[in-house]
Antibody, heavy 127, light 114 residues
Framework: QLQLQESGPGLVKPSETLSLTCTVS??????????WGWIRQPPGKGLEWIGS???????YYNPSLKSRVTISVDTSKNQFSLKLSSVTAADTAVYYC???????????????????WGQGTLVTVSS | DIVMTQSPDSLAVSLGERATINCKSSQSVLYSSNNKNYLAWYQQKPGQPPKLLIYWASTRESGVPDRFSGSGSGTDFTLTISSLQAEDVAVYYCQQYYSTPPVTFGPGTKVDIK
């Protein structure tokens, strides 16, 4: 059974960088059949996709956050990570990591729906 | 960006009755070359992550009870719970994956027991 587990500080100061890691167990992050993504949910609000990465390292980000986001993958540890810089109180949220199914056609691959999610971790931005 | 809207914001349904949630996309999510609608539905219970219910607009994820069904095409979609159970109390989200980035979700519909 695939499991994803987020880890990282629960409290980050304004203007600093939020860093989270997602550890994948029960399956390989190097599979060509999946992308790996980050989604966040402010308290009491809806879901916002942050960005995703393919095992090859190819990334794509939400344009609204792109200037502040970096997602990376470490296949040797079966992990992928999120860095969000210059955080403010508006970045306070539960952060989820999740697996997207990948669809490939004509040599190009693209992400589809999310089929597995981590339990989420609350990150609070406060001094 | 494709904007997703949902209606109603919330609804209360008696146990055993039908619940219907609507999702509308700002542009079609139907890919003509494979005739698939690039839309998924998720269920989120309090304190839990979202759970995939439906993908390709109408394909039920493995293990999802058959009282959940998805329908629609193009820009208008529906999630139906045919006979509401107590464990179905949750917020339901639609998501498009036709045009990314960005992946976009609807704002959610809260389902309660009347």
């Amino acid at each position: 059974q695939l499991q994803l587990q987020e880890s990282g500080p629960g409290l980050v100061k304004p203007s600093e960088t939020l860093s989270l890691t997602c550890t994948v167990s029960g399956g390989s992050i190097s599979s060509s059949s999946y992308y790996w993504g980050w989604i966040r949910q402010p308290p009491g609000k809806g879901l916002e996709w942050i960005g995703s990465i393919y095992y090859s390292g190819s990334t794509y980000y939400n344009p609204s956050l792109k200037s502040r986001v970096t997602i990376s993958v470490d296949t040797s540890k079966n992990q992928f990570s999120l860095k969000l810089s210059s955080v403010t109180a508006a970045d306070t949220a539960v952060y989820y990591c999740a697996r997207h199914v990948a669809g490939c056609s004509g040599g190009s691959c693209y992400s589809l729906h999310f089929d597995y999610w981590g339990q989420g971790t609350l990150v609070t931005v406060s001094s | 960006d494709i904007v997703m809207t949902q209606s109603p914001d919330s609804l209360a349904v008696s146990l055993g009755e039908r619940a219907t949630i609507n999702c509308k996309s700002s542009q079609s999510v139907l890919y003509s070359s494979n005739n698939k609608n690039y839309l998924a539905w998720y269920q989120q219970k309090p304190g839990q992550p979202p759970k995939l219910l439906i993908y390709w607009a109408s394909t039920r994820e493995s293990g999802v009870p058959d009282r959940f069904s998805g329908s629609g095409s193009g820009t208008d979609f529906t999630l139906t719970i045919s006979s509401l159970q107590a464990e179905d109390v949750a917020v339901y989200y639609c998501q498009q994956y036709y045009s990314t980035p960005p992946v976009t979700f609807g704002p959610g519909t809260k389902v309660d027991i009347k």
